[in-house]
């Protein structure tokens, strides 16, 4: 692999989940690892028998090391489910699916919490355990859930999204927690200096917004605008995965990369957006967001380090 | 099996782990166990990574749905510890060894105990799924917890038990919480309403102390002086298992039968002593105790049956 000019620029990602981990493992395909830094979403944690997991975090550092289930989706390749199991054969509730290999990570994690370490110093810790070669923060240390409201009620995110598999409705969103969270350390500087700050094909209002909605964020990405490269994770009318399509439509906007660039027309200088929707670029432009149109489905490792080097190049960077 | 006079006599045992356990395997055998109410220690309770752990209960429990693992001493029979084994590879410690079945128990109590249910409670539910038929009561639902003073300092139960194998010699020993705490519910009814009160062959110091030490508990105890049997788990010199000989001795006690009763004298009007031990019946008698003499040492179920009708007849049951 070759990237002269690359180890020198700094690249921020804003990501959720799965979405957001395929688009880093094109990025670390295509320039070190080492200059990547992302800020991952909270706003999916959720307390479980007591201990604190952090899905979209954990995606990013299984795929980012190799140990994604990439069959399933979700959770760890080659995992087991004995422990919860037995639990769920003892009355537990076992909605919310954790291996044995994976419940591992949560105890190692709530031993370090325990005994009073952040959760960024926990997230460094097991990534450097996995080999995770890029830099992992969540967006806050602190508690921020994302909340949704329903014709069931508000529901809590892994409860509307896992329980109730995302098939309630969405009127409103909002992020407990959010107005008393700060920044992790090390978030804003990471946004401050980077070369080209991106935000991955994930959910705008469930992986994005939340990320947003720690206090100095949007501040801090909007100061940067002009260097920020978002991707569009609607292609042709509808969501690569998950419930984007039908969340753009609750909530009462166009399922279009248009609603997209209007979403984040105050952070992201530019919307990457696919081909597919190649006649849209001028209704994203009037959003005052720059658009650039390339094949944004990543299929394979082709197609995501396609991706990853479309957006270096709308960033200004060499790819 | 035949106990037609046993169904109407109420039996209460104190007990700590596996030999309280093993105690209470012969006893279910000669009477009918819905008649057994089981006072368990929780001295040796312990917080890993968050989750709350039981062990002498959770022996109990084992023990007597058969998933005690008999062949190793500890935990579930077939288990394996992949959970366990990736935490400590992710940087956790892992010195007590929670295998993937067990792990699953213990995540059970944890969402029992997080949305506010009593460890009496949460074991109850635990012991019905399991399939118990004894009814097993924790002490106390409060927080209370053995802790030893060592050459190496204070030392917690566990840290003390397993993490360094019981090699420290212990000058004293205190219950952390006992002030505080409260019989659990039914505890002291079971005491009180009990045809007969055993004190299982389990270590005075660590097993039936801490049970003793919630406050209440000792006062009833000896309040059934004259129906409680209690069985010596010194035999010839040693304890059977554990650190018991090695306690007597280092908190200045002889290793023998006589110095349990002289510890038990305010509670239990008998001791059940060993054949090997028969010449100490009259020092035992002469700490104000009576002295009942048979085979104690459980090597199968014939034995473990014996021991149980040697109790109740000293008890002044039927057997």
Same mark, same amino acid.
């Given at each position: ?43 999916? %944690? ?227 957006? %696919? ?45």
């Amino acid at each position: 692999m070759i990237w002269p000019a690359m180890t020198a620029s700094r690249i921020t990602v804003l990501a959720g989940g799965v979405g957001g981990a395929r688009f880093l493992q094109g990025l670390v395909d295509v320039v070190a690892p080492e200059s990547v830094t992302v800020i991952g979403n909270v706003g999916d %944690d959720v307390e479980l028998y007591g201990l604190h997991v952090s899905p979209d975090l954990d995606t990013v550092l299984y795929t980012l090391t190799g140990w994604h289930d990439e069959a399933r989706g979700w959770g760890v390749r080659g995992d087991t489910a004995r422990a919860l199991e037995r639990a769920a054969r003892l009355g537990a509730e076992a909605w919310f699916r954790l291996g044995d290999l994976d419940l591992g990570l949560h105890l190692a994690r709530a031993e370090r919490l325990g005994r009073g370490e952040s959760l960024s110093a926990a997230t460094a810790a097991l990534g450097h355990a996995l080999g995770l070669r890029l830099r992992l923060l969540p967006a806050t240390d602190d508690r921020l859930r994302t909340m949704l409201t329903t014709p069931a009620g508000e529901l809590d995110f892994q409860t509307y999204y896992v329980r109730r598999r995302h098939a309630d409705p969405v009127s409103a969103i909002r992020f407990d927690g959010a107005e008393e969270a700060r920044p992790a350390p090390g978030v804003l500087e990471a946004i401050a200096e980077a070369d080209l700050v991106a935000v991955a094909p994930s959910n705008p209002f469930i992986s994005i917004a939340p990320i947003l909605a720690v206090p100095g964020m949007r501040e801090a990405v909007a100061a940067r605008r002009e260097r920020v490269v978002a991707v569009s994770p609607i292609v042709a009318g509808a969501a690569l995965r998950g419930p984007a399509a039908a969340m753009l439509r609750s909530l009462g906007h166009p399922v279009s990369p248009v609603a997209v660039a209007r979403l984040l027309a105050d952070v992201a200088g530019c919307l990457v957006v %696919d081909r597919a929707d190649a006649a849209l670029a001028g209704d994203v432009e009037a959003a005052d967001v720059r658009a650039a149109v390339t094949d944004t489905v990543m299929r394979d490792g082709r197609a995501r380090r396609a991706l990853a080097r479309a957006v270096l190049t709308a960033g200004g960077l060499p790819a």
